[in-house]
C-alpha cells in the first residue's frame, strides 16, 4: 500500500509544525525559510569546499555529498506529482512553475557534480544540513504546487511578469552553468592550486556564478509570485552573497594582482 505524500505531511509535519491544515503549514515553513537565511549571516564562513573544516565530521566524497544533499529538491515534489492526489497540478502555470525549481536541482543533483574535477571531501555536518534544507525545500514547494495553490491558467498566462520571471530564471541559469563551466576548465590538467577566473562575467564579479543563481531564483518567484518562491529567493540571495563576499575577500588576499575593480556577487554594486 502507498502511503500518499499529503498523508505524510498530515501524520508527521502537522504535529511537528503545531498546524491543522496546509495553509498554516506552507506559511510557517515559508518564514522558516527567511528566518534561516538571516540566520545563516551569522556563520563565519560555510565549512565546505575551499572552506572545508574537519571538525564539523568525516568527509564525505564531493560528488556523492552533492548529488545526495540536493536531490530531495528534485524528488520530493517528484513524488508529489506521481503519488500525491494532485488538487491544484492540473495547470499549466502550476506544472511550468514547479517545474522550474525541480530543473534547477536536477542540474544540481545530476549534473553539476558529474562534471565536476576533484575537489576536497564535505564535511559530514555541512553536508547533513544542506541535504535537511533540500529536504524541507523539497516538501514546501512540492505541497504548494501540487496540493494547495491551483494558478487560472486563463488569467496568468497573460501576465507579463509571468515571461519576465521565466525568461530572468533562464538567463540566470545561463549565467550560473557557464561560470561554473569556466571555473572547472580553469585549472589544466595535473596543474593544482588556484587562478583568478577572467572572461565574461568574471570581469565584473568574484562570483557569477552565485549572482547567476540568485537571478534564477528571482525569476522562479516573480513568475510565480508564490510565498515560497519568494522565500526561497531571499534565502537564496542571502546566503550566496554571505558566501560570494567570502570567495572576494578570499581571492583579494590570495592574489596582490586581483582585480580591484570587480566586484563580489553584484555588478557595481556589492
Same mark, same amino acid.
Given at each position: ?43 563565519k ?10 571538525s ?22 517528484l ?22 525549481? !525541480?530543473?534547477? *536541482?536536477?542540474?544540481? @543533483?545530476?549534473?553539476? +557534480?558529474? =562534471?565536476?574535477?576533484s575537489?576536497?571531501? %564535505?564535511? #559530514? /555536518? ?6 535537511l ?34 525568461c ?17 576548465y ?30 534564477? !531564483?528571482?525569476? *522562479?518567484?516573480?513568475? @510565480?509570485?508564490?510565498? +515560497?518562491? =519568494? ?5 537564496? %540571495?542571502? #546566503? /550566496? ?14 592574489f ?15
Amino acid at each position: 500500500m502507498i502511503v500518499r505524500p499529503e498523508e505524510w505531511v498530515k501524520d508527521y509535519l502537522y504535529p511537528l509544525f503545531r498546524v491543522s491544515n496546509d495553509e498554516e503549514l506552507i506559511t510557517r515553513m515559508w518564514y522558516g525559510t527567511v528566518i534561516y537565511g538571516v540566520l545563516t549571516l551569522m556563520l563565519k564562513e560555510a565549512p565546505y569546499g575551499r572552506y572545508s573544516n574537519y571538525s564539523y565530521g568525516f568527509g564525505v566524497p564531493v560528488k556523492l555529498a552533492w548529488c545526495l544533499q540536493e536531490a530531495p529538491s528534485f524528488y520530493i515534489p517528484l513524488i508529489f506529482v506521481v503519488y500525491g492526489q494532485k488538487t491544484a497540478y492540473g495547470g499549466v502555470v502550476n506544472q511550468m512553475c514547479l517545474g522550474m525549481f !525541480m530543473m534547477h *536541482y536536477f542540474q544540481r @543533483s545530476f549534473i553539476f +557534480p558529474l =562534471l565536476m574535477k576533484s575537489s576536497k571531501p %564535505t564535511p #559530514f /555536518l555541512p553536508f547533513f544540513c544542506a541535504f535537511l534544507t533540500c529536504l524541507y525545500n523539497g516538501v514546501l514547494h512540492g505541497l504548494y504546487f501540487v496540493n494547495f495553490y491551483h494558478y487560472k491558467d486563463d488569467v496568468w498566462l497573460y501576465k507579463p511578469y509571468f515571461y519576465i520571471g521565466f525568461c530572468l530564471y533562464l538567463y540566470g541559469m545561463k549565467i550560473n552553468i557557464g561560470a561554473d563551466t569556466a571555473l572547472r576548465y580553469l585549472r589544466k590538467e595535473g596543474e593544482t592550486g588556484y587562478k583568478i577566473p577572467t572572461g565574461n562575467w568574471f570581469e565584473l564579479l568574484s562570483c557569477p556564478n552565485y549572482f547567476g543563481e540568485i537571478l534564477e !531564483m528571482w525569476g *522562479y518567484a516573480l513568475a @510565480s509570485l508564490a510565498p +515560497p518562491a =519568494l522565500a526561497h529567493a531571499v534565502f537564496t %540571495t542571502l #546566503f /550566496l552573497t554571505h558566501r560570494a563576499v567570502h570567495h572576494h575577500r578570499w581571492y583579494i588576499k590570495k592574489f596582490e594582482d586581483y582585480p580591484k575593480s570587480r566586484k563580489a556577487v553584484f555588478p557595481y554594486l556589492l
